[in-house]
């Protein structure tokens, strides 16, 4: 008998058949990413599309390969949100053995710029050894986003208004920075006093190249004279580039009076007819030079009484000897020149039977 190396041919021949025999039906089985033989299969089921603009969803198809001697069904298909979805419907679909089949998940983007992912996971029956899971990555933006959503400031009357709003967007970094037009914007009640744009490169996906975030404040300021109250408007920001679109931000310009009382209104409760009620109400100064120049009632119910501090007021309070409610006011004036009145309305219920003197404000 030949023999190689002290072993015989035969022996050699047999030993080399099994291995090209056990290479060959590994060949045919397909794996997952881990390198485990499966029933079904998901080839790259993790996929990042990088940057987009411009859409309202993604999409990619994946495929799906079977081996083996059995079908597999689909028992249940489960996605992470309702942003995403996959076509056709899989559910109690059942997979010839040794077929492949393509499978479209698509997730919806949302208009808040960033990354965003889904997940869509199949149970199988025979069960899988590894989860089967679907994966889309993307980084999306449609249009720069305002930071906060509703502008509020708050300011005393003579100062001026004043407030940031800041607009973060995403592009490819061969576009053409984040440019506010001003002749086409609406920025009323403020106008523009300085705006200043920083920008940043990152690559955060590896291999989808980099991607540019423009953070653009706007630093405004309104009319120092506006009047006392609470003004609401809608700012509407216009982009040099033509493709993006219009940008409206809610705002509301709060003019604080500089002294007004603590409360504006004073309930005494339940009293008795022609009972003496006695109540403190407190200033509260929100700039210094204001001062109170007056107390004046409305009624005979009431005497006001300014403190020496000028600080707080003092309602000596008669109720009125008819059972029933009954209802004053104390108007405030001021020593600034154009600052406007203020009132405290003081009520009450007279009651035969009795009374809390105490009430509530």
């Keep these: 008998m030949t023999a190689w190396?002290?072993?015989?041919?035969?022996?050699?021949?047999?030993?080399?058949?099994?291995?090209?025999?056990?290479?060959?039906?590994?060949?045919?089985?397909?794996?997952?990413?881990?390198?485990?033989?499966a029933p079904l299969?998901?080839?790259?089921?993790?996929?990042?599309?990088?940057?987009v603009r411009g859409v309202s969803s993604v999409s990619h198809d994946f495929v799906f390969k079977t081996w083996g001697k059995g079908p597999v069904t689909i028992r249940k298909v489960i996605s992470s949100c309702t942003c995403s979805g996959v076509s056709p419907d899989l559910v109690q679909m059942t997979l010839p053995p040794n077929t492949t089949q393509l499978v479209s998940m698509t997730m919806r983007v949302a208009w808040q710029p960033g990354e965003k992912t889904a997940d869509v996971e199949f149970l199988t029956d025979p069960p899988s050894p590894r989860p089967l899971v679907l994966k889309l990555?993307?980084?999306?933006?449609?249009?720069?986003?305002?930071?906060?959503?509703?502008?509020?400031?708050?300011?005393?009357?003579?100062?001026?208004?004043?407030?940031?709003?800041?607009?973060?967007?995403?592009?490819?970094?061969?576009?053409?920075?984040?440019?506010?037009?001003?002749?086409?914007?609406?920025?009323?009640?403020?106008v523009l006093k300085s705006q200043d744009l920083r920008t940043t490169e990152e690559s955060p996906v590896v291999g989808q190249g980099k991607v540019a975030t423009d953070v653009l404040s706007l630093n405004l300021e309104a009319?120092?004279?506006?009047?006392i109250g609470v003004h609401s408007r809608e700012l509407h920001?216009?982009?040099?580039?033509?493709?993006?679109?219009?940008?409206?931000?809610?705002?509301?310009?709060?003019?604080?009076?500089?002294?007004?009382?603590?409360?504006?209104?004073?309930?005494?409760?339940e009293v008795s007819p022609g009972q003496a009620v006695t109540k403190e109400v407190r200033m509260i100064r929100r700039q210094a030079g204001s001062r109170l120049r007056d107390a004046a009632s409305k009624s005979d119910l009431v005497k006001a009484t300014i403190s020496d501090d000028r600080n707080?007021?003092?309602?000596?309070?008669?109720?009125?000897?008819?059972?029933?409610?009954?209802?004053?006011?104390?108007?405030?004036?001021?020593?600034?020149?154009?600052?406007?009145?203020?009132i405290v309305t003081v009520s009450g219920i007279v009651s035969p039977g009795g009374a809390d003197a105490d009430g509530g404000q």
């Design 312 to 342: 707080s007021l003092k309602l000596d309070i008669s109720a009125p000897e008819r059972p029933g409610r009954f209802e004053a006011a104390v108007v405030l004036s001021y020593d600034t020149p154009n600052l406007p009145d203020t």
């Design 137 to 190: 990555r993307t980084l999306s933006a449609d249009r720069p986003v305002a930071s906060p959503q509703t502008l509020n400031v708050r300011a005393v009357d003579g100062a001026s208004p004043r407030g940031t709003l800041k607009l973060t967007y995403l592009r490819k970094p061969t576009d053409r920075p984040l440019t506010l037009d001003l002749s086409k914007s609406n920025l009323k009640p403020f």
């Design 41 to 51: 299969i998901i080839e790259k089921p993790t996929v990042d599309l990088g940057f």
């Design 223 to 227: 009319d120092p004279k506006l009047p």
């Design 5 to 37: 190396r002290g072993v015989p041919v035969a022996v050699v021949q047999a030993s080399l058949l099994a291995a090209a025999m056990a290479m060959t039906g590994c060949a045919n089985r397909p794996t997952d990413e881990a390198g485990a033989e």
């Design 237 to 269: 920001l216009v982009w040099a580039e033509d493709e993006l679109p219009s940008v409206d931000v809610p705002v509301h310009v709060d003019v604080m009076h500089p002294l007004t009382p603590s409360v504006s209104r004073v309930f005494c409760g």
